[in-house]
């Protein structure tokens, strides 16, 4: 088996692969442009195991490993062990049916939860359903969030200056509208273009608790053996 360690930027990556049979360790550079990653990871024999930590730009990379057929984990930094929160991706849309918006949101990873503006509970006008349940229908694991926005606000500052809450410099909307954030003349927070500003502090006061890392797939074996009641205590079947 070959384990990689794969350091993934935006136009190479830094690999360090281990050959557990022969225990040798080898590393490479990799350019993303061209077929030099297509041919390299194509040519390792089977089983392959890649880890990666989780990026903006990863979701080619991870389309490119479902389609050879090789096993990536993904390690998200927003649960790593220093508590660091990281945003590394955005989607940023308006006008369109929840169908879109929910494709776009499980691309990247349909098994991560979410929080949402407790405002989706109230009924849609257009037929009389909960946007959060057209979301849950749809795949979205789904909560209502907390929108106490003084609080969230604080919250978000205090993360950001104790370095705490870190922004990845490819979330060009989120930069957009944290640059345009600010008060009127009596101190209220102007409610213009401030939708990636709501999400991080949905996140903050009522995500942190709902983060998690990617479920692992069972073993083949652990899908398929099951025990025989009344047989030998070692007894299995497939």
């Not at 794969?6 to 225990?23: E, F, I, K, Y």
């Not at 927003?78 to 590394?88: D, F, K, P, Q």
């Not at 009127?184 to 401030?194: A, C, F, L, Y």
């Amino acid at each position: 088996m070959r384990i990689i360690g794969c350091d993934l930027h935006a136009r190479q990556q830094t690999l360090a692969m281990l050959d557990t049979a022969t225990g040798e360790v080898v590393s490479r550079k990799l350019m993303h442009e061209g077929s030099e990653v297509r041919e390299f990871y194509s040519r390792l024999p089977s089983p392959v195991l890649v880890g990666i930590e989780a990026t903006g730009s990863m979701y080619w990379f991870l389309n490119l490993m479902d389609e050879l057929g090789i096993e990536c984990r993904v390690g998200h930094p927003a649960t790593n062990e220093s508590g660091i929160i990281y945003l590394y991706s955005e989607h940023y849309m308006g006008k369109e049916e929840p169908i879109v918006h929910t494709e776009a949101i499980k691309a990247r990873g349909a098994w991560i939860p979410g929080v949402i503006d407790p405002a989706s509970k109230g009924r849609s006008q257009k037929d009389g359903t909960q946007l959060i349940e057209l979301y849950r229908q749809q795949g979205l694991k789904l909560s209502p969030a907390d929108n106490a926005v003084e609080a969230g606000i604080f919250a978000c500052d205090q993360l950001m200056h104790a370095g705490k809450l870190k922004v990845f410099n490819t979330l060009s909307n989120f930069y957009s509208e944290l640059r345009a954030y600010r008060r009127d003349q009596d101190g209220r927070v102007v409610k213009e273009r401030d939708h990636l500003m709501d999400a991080m502090r949905y996140l903050i006061m009522s995500g942190r608790d709902r983060m998690g890392t990617k479920p692992q797939q069972p073993s083949f074996e652990e899908r398929w053996n099951c025990y025989c009641p009344g047989e030998r205590a070692d007894a299995w079947m497939m």
